[in-house]
């Protein structure tokens, strides 16, 4: 019995070795270990047993099938082990590669300038209205008092499109459209784009945009005084309080006296330089006391009401307040020079 034993053992433990499959092993587990297995066969024949062998029997059977239990645990161990490295190595994930970086965007320079110019005018009390970018005659000239044959009515100065519109040439159209439908007091700012049949120049680009403010008040109320007075804030609070500002007598058909506003050039410092047309100052914006036609255009008396306008370029503005000197480099969009007014800086 004791030979039969060590013959299981033996076979048993050479069947279970370490490169046994799991259908080998559940097949030594069922025939040894089994309910109607070897061992199992054995414990029913120890009546055969001489009585004082028996305890050294049983001893022999529980041994060895401890030791075939414990081999059998260990090489499914083995095989869990090996199944997990299997899959790892096939499904393999590099925890350390970094993260997909989601590109963020960020506004163009000229809207961040655009954006803070109209912070500092809203500080002021001044409210910002959208109005259209195709117009008609009588919105973009006419109630302006341009007169009938002004050459900026001629081809080669403005976008005609079909039916009598036009692609407007600059933002006062807003002053026409806000006092059309209300009253003074007002205090308003329109931004938007204009239009102009100009060649993409260091200076010029046939679309562009402008910001348009006027103030009307009963007459007597809003002055020339106040004009200069919240247009040198404004260019003060934007290009820095060191700035100069200059007033010169100019002309508009839809001001009188009208006047054009110049800053001390930022990028030369006064030493002149392309922007500027080397003369140390550079023409930022154009303003006046709004004629009193363009108030009849509108349906106001004029001796009842009176205000100031004021328009300006914000590329213009902006390519100053940058440092920019080349107008084309706002309309080319190349990253290399947008990526430089990343975190606001046309803004600050
Ligand atoms: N509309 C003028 C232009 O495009 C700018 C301008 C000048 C606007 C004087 C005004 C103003 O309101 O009073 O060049």
């Not at 046994?20 to 055969?48: D, F, H, W, Y």
């Not at 839809?254 to 047309?277: M, N, Q, W, Y």
């Not at 300006?312 to 969009?333: A, I, W």
Request: glycine share 8%; net charge negative.
């Amino acid at each position: 019995m004791k030979e039969q034993l060590e013959q299981i053992r033996a076979q048993a433990l050479q069947e279970l070795s370490n490169g046994a499959s799991e259908e080998q092993i559940e097949a030594v587990r069922v025939r040894v270990l089994g309910r109607s297995g070897e061992l199992t066969e054995i414990m029913r024949r120890m009546p055969e047993v001489p009585r004082d062998q028996r305890p050294a029997v049983g001893r022999m059977v529980n041994e060895i099938k401890q030791e075939l239990e414990e081999r059998i645990a260990r090489l499914g161990e083995q095989q869990k082990r090996a199944a997990m490295e299997r899959s790892l190595a096939e499904a393999r994930i590099d925890v350390t590669l970094p993260g997909l970086s989601v590109p963020r965007g960020w506004l163009h320079p000229v809207t961040q300038s655009r954006e803070r110019m109209l912070d500092i005018l809203e500080s002021m009390g001044f409210e910002v209205v959208e109005t259209p970018e195709v117009e008609d005659d009588f919105h973009n000239f006419g109630a302006l008092n341009f007169p009938p044959d002004h050459p900026a009515r001629e081809m080669q100065d403005t976008f005609f499109l079909a039916g009598g519109l036009l692609l407007r040439t600059h933002t006062s159209n807003g002053q026409i459209r806000v006092m059309e439908r209300r009253k003074p007091p007002l205090a308003i700012v329109c931004p938007g784009n204009c239009y102009r049949p100009d060649e993409l120049s260091v200076r010029a680009s046939p679309m562009f945009s402008q910001i348009e403010g006027f103030m009307v008040d009963r007459a007597g109320i809003i002055t020339m005084a106040h004009l200069k007075g919240v247009l040198t804030e404004f260019l003060r609070a934007f290009y820095g309080a060191d700035s100069g500002v200059r007033f010169r007598a100019s002309f508009f058909p839809f001001t009188e006296p009208s006047t054009e506003v110049d800053i001390s050039c930022l990028l030369c410092h006064g030493a002149g330089c392309r922007v500027c047309k080397h003369s140390g100052w550079t023409e930022i914006l154009g303003a006046g006391m709004i004629h009193p036609n363009v108030l009849r255009a509108v349906g106001y008396d004029p001796a009842e009401f009176q205000g100031f306008a004021f328009g300006m370029g914000v590329e213009r503005t902006s390519l100053l307040k940058l440092g920019v000197d080349d107008m084309r480099l706002f309309f080319e969009n190349d990253l290399r020079f947008l990526r430089q007014f990343r975190s606001g800086e046309a803004a600050i």
